[in-house]
């Protein structure tokens, strides 16, 4: 009779115990969950922000000669290359509109991951801050470089503005040496 009362009594302690570590692994989730949320919801305010922008369907294109950038790997959609975000690598702007820029480096990176970059450069003395998210790749076989064009995902205003006034500049030095 002892035993059978032992019995229930340590497999009553066993599915107690059981019970409060599933209990400690929903909170868990719960946290991770809510963490996720707060991100969702930051990742959506940046993207309400950054359709505030109105985007010139006329816009304009500037070739520029090789201007120097930083590139920096701000987020991935594929978890299995999370490793390669907070990453920065040096490129070059070859093309630039008021939308979107083109630049090249040695670095080859999977377009099709969805990967959204940061990237800072300087046009005619001012520089620029802008967040954008890879579109298309072409390799270079010639050169053994990669060129990607990259369209403007998160642009104030202000620098728009700014960026389409210095691109109106380099063109106009542009023509007059034509």
Known sequence: MIYVVLYAVLLNAGLLISLMVFVH?????????????KEK???????????????????YNVDVTKTDCQVTISQIDNVKYNNLVDKYFRGAVSNITTSSLTFTSPISLPIQEGIFIQTVFTLNGESFDVKAKLMKKQEDLTTGTNIYWAKFTLISAKDQERLRAVMYRKEIETRKYI
């Open 41 to 59: 919801k930051n990742w959506e305010k940046q993207i309400k922000e950054a359709k505030k922008v109105t985007v010139d369907p006329n816009s």
């Open 25 to 37: 692994k929903f909170k868990k989730k719960d946290g991770i969950i809510d963490s996720l949320n």
